[in-house]
Nanobody
């Protein structure tokens, strides 16, 4: 079973920065990508950023230019560097991963989120 553990959340003032980390454990599956989603109270969960195994990145329009996603493939770890934070970034941030069976293949055009972490809270105050 794949397990995802997030860290790095906390409270910060507007304009500040935080760096989130998510480490995945499990070597019996193929890691096709990892990323971040967030959910604020009363709102639907939304994509923040995702990075494919081959390095292709996707960002929500609301975070482009402010957030940067990166990965360490050898450590199966994904990071999210968040800067210029605003109160609109306040949410629970969830790490998600696209893990597939070893006989399966990664997709170049899409991904799935079949594993999720417990989430880490990010609170931005004005």
């Amino acid at each position: 079973q794949v397990q995802l553990v997030e860290s790095g959340g906390g409270s910060v003032q507007t304009g500040g920065s935080l760096k989130l980390s998510c480490a995945a454990s499990g070597n019996l599956f193929r890691n096709c990508g990892m990323g971040w989603y967030r959910q604020a109270p009363g709102k639907e969960r939304e994509l923040v950023s995702f990075i494919r195994d081959i390095g292709i990145t996707t960002y929500a329009d609301s975070v482009k230019g402010r957030f940067t996603i990166s990965q360490d493939r050898l450590k199966n770890t994904v990071y999210l560097q968040m800067g210029s934070l605003t109160t609109e970034d306040t949410a629970m941030y969830y790490c998600a991963a696209d893990y597939r069976y070893l006989y399966d293949r990664c997709s170049l055009s899409s991904w799935r989120t079949n594993y999720w972490g417990q989430g880490t809270q990010v609170t931005v105050s004005s």
